[in-house]
């Protein structure tokens, strides 16, 4: 009886053992690039293939692959350039209001046309507000310029099933200073556009 329990100890001690050593057989690497990050998986042994078939070394190489590294670079690049030139302007708003202005409704008019000529998947409205004010009322108050904007959208000829609304009330503030100029900048609806 003692013989067994001890032969099945050992038995668990090295199933247990060989567990933890399989299980290590690769390692994995964060790389970030830009504000993205990629997951890339390294193995640690590789045996040696060499081209020339007269020789065999028992160097480690460890593959690099670039290309995927760059291709996604080059893509969040052409994104950002994208984001960048993207006709969709922010619309801002008086104080306290949730009613377009007159000079929003001419940039509306403007980001209408261009959503028309081109094809998006989606279209998400962001309505924020400045920080004065309780964050419960600015939430509303977010929801209701993002509403009214996305009403303004529809009866320019935008599909209404392509726009989704979202309130930020006052948690991101394009300008974080504290006065009026900064606080008329925070008061906008914003748009993030899905080709």
Not at 6 to 26: D, R, S
Not at 168 to 191: C, I, Q, S, T, V
Request: net charge neutral; charged share 25%; hydrophobic share 35%.
């Amino acid at each position: 009886m003692k013989k067994s329990l001890t032969l099945i100890g050992i038995f668990v001690a090295l199933i247990f053992g060989l567990t933890i050593f399989t299980g290590c057989a690769e390692k994995k690497s964060v790389i970030t690039s830009g504000s993205a990050q990629e997951q890339q998986v390294a193995p640690t042994q590789i045996p040696a293939q060499t081209t020339d078939t007269t020789k065999q070394s028992n160097v480690v190489v460890a593959p690099t692959d670039t290309t995927n590294i760059k291709e996604t670079a080059n893509e969040q690049s052409s994104l950002l350039e994208a984001t960048a030139k993207s006709p969709i302007s922010d619309i801002n708003f008086d104080y306290d209001s949730s009613s377009i202005r007159p000079d929003a409704r001419k940039i509306l008019k403007a980001n209408a046309d261009y959503l028309l000529k081109h094809q998006t998947a989606s279209v998400v409205v962001e309505g924020h507000c400045d920080e004065r004010g309780t964050a419960e009322y600015n939430m509303a108050l977010g929801q209701r310029r993002a509403q009214e904007t996305k009403k303004y959208l529809i009866n320019l000829g935008i599909n209404e099933s392509t726009i989704k609304t979202i309130s930020y009330g006052e948690e991101r503030p394009l300008d974080p200073n504290n006065n009026e100029e900064a606080w008329a900048k925070n008061r906008r609806a914003h748009f993030v556009v899905t080709p």
